[in-house]
């Protein structure tokens, strides 16, 4: 689908052709509006300078772009239509030279809209399995099938949204609401990628809602702006820039700018987030690529440090920027980057000589079918899907299943959705066979994915139908984070052949809301789930109708489970209580091995070993400020909605501990089938470490991902933990810290170890001066303070297990 920009570059332009009389802003509005501030413009995007083991690549870029005229460089830096690819972008090419492009395609969570291919569990699943390994297996299979298709370019993983708010819609894309955790995974996503392809990191910055969050391209002659996150800089350092600084660090090769604004200036024209964030402090070597239509202006999206316009670029086509360069509205030097970054990133990562050559134009039409699965990538993605189910609650060993004799399943997610016939590629992820359980105001269901699309991209929560629960079991959230599977092993699959091999007796009623429920049944399982889609931030925490499916059966079957796939967080408090309901697994987005993986750890054959990557609340009003989207309202903030993000970096936990409020299930929580107790914890800080914020004894040069010397191990925390129990499993240790003058505790080390029952292992966290330091605004630089940093090492943010104090001085 395309939509043109309208090609606003200021809010100025728009006063001058505008009054309030005809409904929009007027002079007062604007003078209201610069009262929010303005991003600090930041001049002259620094000159990639080839970096650490860039420095080959860089060779063959420079050398390839001293060859080439500047009407050449102006070409690939935007995205051309393509007659022979189906690729989610391309760019131009330089046939003349031999460079024959790149091919972006959808996205972090496998291969989309393409036959052949895996879909693998989501970044929330990833985020939910605490396992730095796995996450880089999954990313490393995941990108060879990018790479077999053709596609340079995997446009994933995303660290932002941060999870800032509880119903953002595409916090399911990501690792879950808190930096380090996700800095982490994301991480070793890119490393993991980028052994195949180049790794897109998005979407810089602060894309925390989907509501408003694109409107001048969207509502064509709208005066509407999108919506400004207006982010300080502390908060920006220490929360919504550290995962981009981690994957900086691992060596990303492109990173994508957002639709919002920050400090009111469009993300793909930010020239602080860009020429001083992203390209000055952290060093990025990469290129940065326009979220597809982001790009809102020509001359100054370049200078703000934009390389890559996709899928086209009304502003840069026809050789405007060679234009600009000859008047001076842009610097040659600036042309000369933009081409050399783009190359040098796919000389070192991605130079494949057939971009796109797997992923045809339509799937409709008869195309060469290229098979981009490799047999040996089935084990990782079943463990990954393992992974990333938590286990909430479990009375009295519930769980795991031990040969029951009669087993009653019940509720719509049992089952695949209806359609996976790809026949509307047009609609991105809703196309992929997600068929939802909207209905209209009368009650008929919405069949018709046009309107169902529709529905769930209206800013009216009252025109949503009664819940966001999909018609079939959630393999995959929706938009273009939506990966395509290969099959859908749903749990009702699942449990049939389990069934077989036990000789246990199947009943089932997928369809109705209060079905029967036989006395003679061992356990009940109800399937429900929670979705979330690009596009719109979720109406709901909970969907009511799931809620009554859940109480209906729970009312009649005192062995209750509740298996949740959920797209974001889920409250459960309307039935959590019932002593019914004897097991709770937040299942989350687990990719085409669903079933096959609720198996493995509903019947012990693994035990589960995911923890929630976010907190549960009691009740949707716990979140506080951070529950909904700002939505555009009033006479200013209609045209130019704004979000505060005034909370800093209190978000998630970090809130909820600042609040006092307790949780229903904190972050990090879950439970296996064994037990730990912790040991023997040892702390020792480095006896070079020199405090302060540029402290002479450092190295101080600056490399990917920022200065040196913020990798220095500054101090080490040790202790043991024993498997008390009668099984083996897989622990994850955590450890959070208290840097004075911070929140209580942030999460600063994290670690999955299997251990078999009765034995003990060393877990061994190194804490780097980052990871200590606070950002000090004025002096613009991290800074390690004396003093005591309190340490905390548990199996979640609240099960404290050992305590202790680091001495800085
Ligand atoms: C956001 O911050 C600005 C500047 O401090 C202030 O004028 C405005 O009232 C705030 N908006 C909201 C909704 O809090
Ligand atoms: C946004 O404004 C805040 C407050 O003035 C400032 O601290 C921060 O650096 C600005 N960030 C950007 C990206 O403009
Ligand atoms: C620009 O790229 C397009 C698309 O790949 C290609 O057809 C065209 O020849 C390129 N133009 C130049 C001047 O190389
Ligand atoms: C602009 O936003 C306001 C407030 O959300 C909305 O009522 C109006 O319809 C929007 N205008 C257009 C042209 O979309
Ligand atoms: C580029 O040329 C095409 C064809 O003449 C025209 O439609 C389009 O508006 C031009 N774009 C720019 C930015 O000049
Ligand atoms: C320079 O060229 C660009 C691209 O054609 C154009 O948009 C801009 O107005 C020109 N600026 C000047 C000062 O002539
Ligand atoms: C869900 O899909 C089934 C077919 O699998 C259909 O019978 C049922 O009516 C659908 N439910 C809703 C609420 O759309
Ligand atoms: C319910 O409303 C929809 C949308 O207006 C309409 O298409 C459908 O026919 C209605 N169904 C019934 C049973 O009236
Ligand atoms: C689906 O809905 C859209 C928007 O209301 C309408 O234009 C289209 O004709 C509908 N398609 C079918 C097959 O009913
Ligand atoms: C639990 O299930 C039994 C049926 O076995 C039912 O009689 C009872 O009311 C249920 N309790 C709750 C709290 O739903
Ligand atoms: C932590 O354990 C490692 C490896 O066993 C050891 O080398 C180190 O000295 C220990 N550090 C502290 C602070 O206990
Ligand atoms: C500082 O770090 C850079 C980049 O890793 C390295 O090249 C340089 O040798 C280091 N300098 C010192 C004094 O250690």
């Not at 894309?173 to 392809?197: C, H, I, K, T, W």
């Not at 923890?611 to 529950?627: E, I």
Request: charged content about 20%.
């Amino acid at each position: 689908m395309k939509f043109y920009a309208v090609g606003i570059a200021t809010a100025l332009q728009l006063v001058s052709q505008a009054s309030a009389q005809d409904g929009n802003p007027s002079p007062s509005d604007l003078e209201n509006y610069w009262s929010y501030g303005r991003s600090e413009p930041v001049s002259n995007t620094p000159v990639a300078k080839g970096l650490g083991d860039w420095a080959d690549a860089y060779a063959k870029a420079r050398h390839l772009v001293s060859q080439m005229t500047d009407e050449e460089k102006n070409n690939v830096t935007y995205g051309h239509e393509s007659t022979t690819t189906g690729c989610s972008g391309v760019s131009g090419s330089v046939p003349r030279l031999g460079f024959p492009g790149i091919c972006f395609q959808d996205a972090g969570n496998g291969v989309r809209a393409a036959d052949m291919v895996n879909s693998y569990p989501a970044g929330i699943h990833v985020g939910a399995s605490w396992n730095k390994e796995l996450a880089h297996s999954r990313a490393e299979h995941m990108g060879a099938e990018f790479k077999r298709k053709g596609a340079n370019v995997a446009l994933g993983p995303v660290v932002g949204p941060a999870g800032r708010l509880a119903s953002g819609g595409r916090n399911w894309e990501g690792f879950g609401s808190d930096p380090y955790l996700s800095g982490a995974l994301a991480a070793e996503s890119v490393r993991g990628l980028q052994e195949n392809v180049i790794a897109c990191v998005k979407h810089l910055i602060a894309n925390e809602q989907e509501t408003s969050r694109n409107t001048p391209q969207l509502l064509k002659d709208s005066h509407n702006q999108s919506v400004s996150s207006n982010v300080d800089d502390k908060t920006m350092h220490e929360l919504y820039l550290w995962g981009f600084q981690d994957t900086v660090k691992a060596g990303a090769g492109s990173v994508m700018c957002s639709y919002n604004r920050i400090n009111n200036s469009y993300g793909c024209q930010n020239s602080k987030v860009m020429n001083g964030l992203l390209k000055g402090e952290l060093g990025f070597q990469g290129f940065v690529v326009s979220d597809w239509t982001g790009q809102q202006t020509g001359i100054a999206s370049a200078n703000a440090g934009l390389d890559i316009a996709m899928p086209d670029s009304q502003f840069w086509e026809n050789n405007t920027l060679v234009i600009a360069t000859r008047n001076g509205s842009v610097p040659q030097f600036r042309l000369d980057d933009m081409a050399t970054r783009i190359l040098a990133s796919w000389y070192k990562l991605a130079e494949i000589p057939n971009p796109g050559h797997g992923i045809p134009k339509s799937l409709l039409a008869p195309h060469k079918q290229v098979d981009a699965r490799d047999p040996k990538s089935k084990k990782v993605i079943l463990q990954s899907a393992v992974e990333g189910h938590v286990l909430v609650k479990n009375t009295n060993g519930a769980l795991p299943l031990q040969k029951p004799k009669f087993l009653s399943l019940f509720g719509y997610d049992a089952v695949p959705p209806t359609l996976n016939t790809m026949d509307d590629s047009s609609l991105g992820g809703w196309a992929l066979g997600l068929q939802t359980a909207l209905t209209y105001p009368n009650g008929s269901s919405v069949s018709n994915v046009t309107e169902q699309a529709m529905f769930l991209s209206s800013t009216d929560p009252t025109n949503r139908g009664p819940g966001v629960a999909f018609n079939g079991t959630l393999y995959a959230g929706g938009g273009s984070g939506a990966s395509t599977p290969a099959y859908i092993d749903a749990p009702l699959h699942a449990f049939q052949r389990q069934a077989y091999d036990d000789d246990t007796f199947l009943a089932w009623d997928l369809a109705s809301l209060n079905p029967f429920v036989n006395p003679a049944s061992d356990a009940c399982l109800v399937f429900i789930n929670e979705a979330s889609s690009e596009g719109w931030d979720r109406p709901y925490l909970a969907d009511p109708s799931s809620d009554q499916l859940v109480k209906n059966v729970a009312a009649k079957c005192p062995n209750t489970m509740v298996v949740i796939h959920n797209a974001g967080l889920r409250l459960v408090d309307e039935w959590i209580e019932n002593p019914n309901i004897t097991a709770v697994l937040y299942a989350h987005v687990p990719g085409q091995d669903s079933g096959r993986a609720l198996v493995e750890v509903m019947y012990g054959k693994q035990s589960p070993s995911g923890r929630l990557p976010y907190t549960v609340a009691r009740k949707a009003s716990d979140y506080k400020g951070l529950l909904e989207p700002v939505v555009a309202s009033g006479t200013m903030d209609e045209f130019y909605p704004q979000s505060n993000f005034s909370e800093g970096v209190y978000i998630d936990y970090k809130a909820f501990i600042q609040n006092d409020i307790q949780p229903r299930f904190e972050f990090g929580y879950g439970l296996t089938y064994s037990n730990f107790s912790y040991s023997d914890l040892e702390s020792g800080v480095s006896s070079s470490t020199d405090l302060g914020y540029l402290p002479s004894g450092v190295n101080m040069t600056i490399a990917e991902g920022g200065y040196e010397a913020l990798w220095d191990v500054v101090a080490r925390v040790n202790f043991t933990v024993q498997n008390t129990g009668k099984i083996s499993a897989a622990e994850v240790a955590q450890l959070y810290v208290g840097i004075p003058g911070g929140p209580p505790k942030v999460l600063r080390g994290f670690e999955k170890k299997m251990i078999e029952s009765g034995k003990e292992e060393h877990y061994s966290f190194d804490l780097t001066r980052r990871d200590l330091s606070h950002w000090d605004v004025e002096k613009q630089a991290w800074g390690l303070q004396a003093g005591k940093y309190s340490i905390y090492v548990g199996k979640s943010v609240l099960d404290i297990q050992l305590h202790g104090t680091l001495d800085l001085s």
